[in-house]
């Protein structure tokens, strides 16, 4: 019987440790701030007492002051569904350089959030620039402003208050100094007022982190996403998507969660979005995201780059032509062999895995005389290769039949490849009494 197959000294550290605070080293005020005006209507900035820890390195304890802040939007008066810049500028920071060494210009990055209040609830995640002016030996430390989005979903008066922020310094070592809004929320610096509109898109992500460093991963989730959808998380520049993506599979609920890791310093907010492109009835962001440091090029050195290029899936066969063992005329019963192996390689470098299936034709003999098709059965096994990121799994035993079986198959990932090795041990149940003769069936391998 025969199917044919078709196919990373001291003084020094002093030195770093002095000026990673400098962004921090907050003064003493009296607290300003009166409680939260939900009727406001102009923006205005407002003082609210600030609880900072400098970073660890620094050996001071944490200090309390005082931060000027106002917060402005570009519509003051949008339209449920509408999407609202938001600018977050703390106006007179509450600290100042405590050395007498001038620091250098565009060392800080600031991160924070406005929290919104009143007909709709929530954080609006904001970030600013890598730029600052030089700051003079104990001179004060200058102003700077943040921005970020968020999606109105209820009408009425939505209130905008100062939050936590944190000041990120990249200066011979990169540290951080969170700030913390003592007794929050901070008076309302502007409102917004909110007329209904049309349908709104309630999908809505969250960061785990306002920046990072290049390569460093933020866990981004979501929620009210389509049950079971396909959802990429991006990285954007503007209204451009930036090399930084991966993706994730709405659960039941809608909701997901995706760790994106961002290296393209161009990356200044994220975006998750349903479908092939981004879409912004069907998808969420950006929040803004800041890559803080690690992608400096130093003085003295140069950048090297290559690029991986994505393949192909593919499969290959040992040979086109499998001999069964013979049966007896009269006896019939199991006619066997083994089908020729399957190399399979997936170099694509995406999300997506594979399948191998198999359908066989009815075995036809002299005289027109025919073994059906549900009489070749098979035995799968599959092997990967050490090192793919993909683990294959043989399909199950069983019969092949006209209608098909699986072979073997690998799951989708967040990343997946690898070269495999298929095998199956096939058996062909042939009836007692079947004419003498020879038998032919094709069995076809189709890879998906």
Known sequence: MRPTMRRSTEPRRRWAAALGITALVVTGGGLLGGPAQAAATASVAVDFPTHCI?????????????????????????????????????????ASNPVDLALPADIMTPTGKVTLGGAQSGDVIVAGPKKNPPVPGKGA????????????????????????YNIHTSYIMELDTPCTVTGPPAPVSETVVATGGGQVNERAVQLSAASGQAGDEVTVTGTKFTPGAGI?????????????????????????????????PDTTGIVAYE?????????????????????EIP????????????????????????????????????????LRTVTVEDFRGGPAGWSLTGKVTDFKGPG????????LGWTPS?????????TCAAGSAG??????????????????????????????????FTGAGSYAGVLTLTLT
Not at 57 to 70: E, S, W
Not at 141 to 163: D, E, Q, R, Y
Not at 382 to 390: D, F, L, V
Not at 418 to 427: I, K, Q, R
């Open 54 to 94: 400098p970073p660890p390195i620094a050996g001071i304890p944490p200090i309390d002051g005082t931060t000027t802040a106002q917060i402005t939007v570009d519509d003051a008066t949008p339209q449920v569904g509408d999407t609202v810049a938001v600018t977050y500028t703390v106006v007179v920071p509450a």
């Open 141 to 164: 430390f200058p102003s700077f402003s943040m921005t970020g989005t968020f999606t109105v979903t209820a009408p009425g008066a939505i209130t905008l208050s100062p939050g936590d």
């Open 232 to 264: 990429t998380v991006a990285g954007r520049d503007g209204d451009a998507q930036t090399g930084d993506t991966t993706t994730a599979t709405a659960d039941g609920s809608g909701a997901f969660t995706a760790r994106l890791a961002v290296s393209d």
């Open 275 to 295: 479908g092939g492109a981004w879409d912004a009835e069907k998808g969420a962001g950006p929040l803004a995201y800041t890559v803080t440091g690690g992608g």
């Open 299 to 338: 003085d003295g050195s140069q950048q090297l780059t290559t690029t991986v290029r994505a393949g192909t899936l593919s499969m290959t066969q040992a040979g086109d032509s499998v001999q069964l063992s013979g049966v007896d005329f009269g006896r019939g019963g199991a006619s066997t062999g083994d």
């Open 368 to 375: 027109g005389a025919r073994i059906s098709a549900d009489a």
């Open 382 to 390: 599959c092997a990967t290769k050490p090192g793919s990121p993909s």
């Open 399 to 432: 019969a092949v039949g006209s209608a098909g079986a699986t072979l073997a198959s690998t799951p989708d990932g967040t990343a997946t490849g690898g070269e495999f090795t298929v095998d199956a041990g096939l058996s062909l149940d042939v009836p007692a």
